[in-house]
């Protein structure tokens, strides 16, 4: 199956700071989103973007579908942005997640 | 919210038992997913239903099984549990348009803890 690799692993930042969190995936896909898990447990879609560039408020993401990455772009970052951020891709009707980017955003 | 429902939230049983997990996809989507997501397995896909048949399996194991019914919701079955199966169990459906793959959505998960 495909490889999906998130970095970093662990990040802690200062609200206020800006962050980029990374996705490289080993194949062609027809799918990818990005998604936080928030400190409930809950899975929340933040974009579907298996190729180009998206913006939502204070988040924006990139996907290079041919060099197999997307970038996830995090600016002044709140207390409420903490959590896990997951990277999923999907090829023909297999999906598979990375393990993720656990964020830490401290007051 | 994301329009998908799973019931229960939490459910706790006994190794060698079986539960059955419930979703309820949004209205409209016609494709259901099941994840499982563990602390040292990460979010893995089990199984995918379209408009009631089984589309495409992961890595489920023999002991799990799952159906759509024709009001479109969608069942996962457990059995003979083990303390491993401890786990949250995510629904999550989206539309398929001609072939292309859109957007899923979660529901709130079901948290299965095995004794």
């Known amino acids: 199956g495909i490889q999906v690799e998130q970095s970093p692993p662990d990040l802690i930042l200062q609200e206020g700071a800006n962050s980029t969190l990374r996705c490289n995936f080993s194949d062609s896909v027809n799918n990818l989103q990005w998604f936080h898990q928030n400190p409930w447990g809950q899975l929340i879609n933040l974009f579907y973007?298996?190729?180009g560039t998206k913006q939502n408020g204070r988040l924006s993401a990139t996907t290079v579908a041919t060099e197999r990455y997307s970038l996830l772009y995090i600016s002044s970052s709140q207390t409420t942005d903490s959590g896990v951020y997951f990277c999923a891709v999907a090829t023909g009707n297999q999906f598979y997640f990375g393990t993720g980017t656990s964020l830490t955003v401290i007051p | 919210d994301s329009g998908v429902t799973q019931t229960p939230k939490h459910l706790i049983t006994a190794t060698g038992q079986r539960v059955t997990l419930r979703c309820s996809p949004r209205s409209g989507d016609l494709s259901v997913y099941w994840y499982q997501q563990s602390l040292d397995q990460g979010l893995q896909f089990l199984i995918q239903y379209y408009n009631g048949e089984e589309r495409a399996k992961g890595n489920i194991l023999e002991r799990f099984s799952a159906q759509q019914f024709p009001d479109l919701h969608s069942e996962l079955n457990l059995s003979s549990l083990e303390l491993g199966d401890s786990a949250l169990y995510f629904c999550?459906?989206?539309?398929?348009?001609?072939?292309?793959?859109?957007?899923?959505?979660f529901g709130p998960g079901t948290r299965l803890t095995v004794l």
């Open positions: 999550a459906s989206s539309v398929i348009r001609q072939g292309a793959y859109n957007e899923q959505f």
């Open positions: 973007i298996p190729s």
